[in-house]
């Protein structure tokens, strides 16, 4: 696992819009992630370097809270640990940063993540109405970092 540099957002967007065929971030958002500041972006790669998965934590200092941004791992290397390491690093990284609280959205029928979610102690907060492609409703999910 590394941080993730402008230097990865080709890799980053081949698997984006590989996983997100409807909800795919653009690269002129993705390259905005890597870049900002409050940001934290880390990759997992393979053994031939390439990346396998990411994930992105937003969380300016002072503000006591923070949004996992994304976490996507390519379907080869899937229910290997992956995500609930590269997460549970971020949760760190927002306890450093002071953060009390962690946010994200995930669709209501991607059960997977969801289950990975729980288990870490995110817990369900509302539902947002068609906030994905072609209305697929969101679940906010919200977890107290102690
Ligand atoms: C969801 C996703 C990130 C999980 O990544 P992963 O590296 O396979 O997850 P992990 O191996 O770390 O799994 C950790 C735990 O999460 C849960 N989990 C993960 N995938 C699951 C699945 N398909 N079904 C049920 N539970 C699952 C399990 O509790 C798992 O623990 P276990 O393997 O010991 O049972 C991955 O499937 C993915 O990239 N999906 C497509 C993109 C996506 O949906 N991202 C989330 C957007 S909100």
Known sequence: ???ATPEDLDALMALETAIYPDDAWSSATMASELANPYGHYLVETGEDGAIVAYAGL????GTGQGDIQTVTVAPEARRQGIAR???STLIDEARRRGAEEL??????????AQALYRELGFEELSVRK???G??????????KVV
Do not use: W
């Open 130 to 132: 068609s906030y994905y």
């Open 85 to 87: 390491c590269l997460l």
């Open 103 to 112: 946010f994200l959205e995930v669709r209501v029928d991607n059960e997977a």
């Open 1 to 3: 696992m590394r941080r």
């Open 134 to 143: 072609q209305g697929v409703d969101a679940l906010t999910m919200k977890l």
């Open 58 to 61: 937003l969380a300016p200092l």
